[in-house]
Each structure stands twice: as C-alpha cells, then as structure tokens.
C-alpha cells in the first residue's frame, strides 16, 4: 500500500519536472536565448523522482521465486513430467511426398 502511494507520488514527481523542464525552456526561448542550462531545483527534482520512483517499484513487487530445477520439481510429481524430449518428434515424409499416378487419358 505504502510503495503503491509512492508510486504515485514518484511518476507525478517526474512529471512536473517534466513540465518545469518545459515551461523553462520556453521561457528562455521567449527571451530570445535558447541557449541556457536548466535549473538546480529541476534536475534535483528529476533525479529524487527517478530514485523514489524506483524504490516504490521495488517494494511493491512480489518476492523472488527460486529458478532453479530443484525448486520446478518440488512442485510436480513424476506423473506430471513428460519423458519424451520435446525436440525428437520426427515426422516422416517420405510417403506423403510420392504422388499417386494420375489415369492417362486416351
């Protein structure tokens, strides 16, 4: 509950710097120098928005699940695996490819 709120607050965080970014260079633009780095507030703005926006990402996740081939075969049963390798399913044309002979027509 807590990281999803500060989710929330993170992405509208990143948001309004996007927008200061915005209304600043228009404002600079304005006055005819274009040319113009961007205000300490803003990229400090930015970059707490990116860091909280980030940790409420990885809070609210859930937790990590082995991957290993231990952990798979703890939850099934032998009955459940299929022993056939799913790659060595040959098919055999050789049969469907011959065509039969057409009547000759007199």
Request: charged content about 25%.
């Given at each position: 509950?807590?990281?999803?709120?500060?989710?929330?607050?993170?992405c509208i965080a990143?948001?309004?710097?996007?927008?200061?970014?915005?209304?600043?260079?228009?404002?600079?633009?304005?006055?005819?120098?274009?040319?113009?780095?961007?205000?300490?507030?803003?990229?400090?703005?930015?970059?707490?928005?990116?860091?909280?926006?980030?940790?409420?990402?990885?809070?609210?996740?859930d937790e990590l699940?082995?991957?290993?081939?231990?952990?798979?075969?703890?939850?099934?049963?032998?009955?459940d695996i299929d022993?056939?390798?799913?790659?060595?399913?040959?098919?055999?044309?050789?049969?469907?490819?011959?065509?039969?002979?057409?009547?000759?027509?007199?």
């Open positions: 509950m807590v990281g999803d709120v500060l989710l929330i607050l993170g990143i948001l309004h710097a996007a927008f200061s970014t915005y209304e600043h260079l228009s404002h600079l633009k304005a006055l005819g120098r274009p040319e113009g780095a961007l205000p300490a507030d803003i990229i400090v703005e930015a970059f707490v928005a990116l860091a909280l926006g980030t940790l409420c990402a990885t809070l609210r996740t699940r082995e991957i290993t081939w231990r952990s798979e075969m703890k939850r099934r049963s032998l009955d022993p056939r390798l799913s790659f060595a399913t040959f098919a055999q044309r050789a049969g469907l490819s011959r065509a039969e002979p057409k009547p000759e027509k007199s």
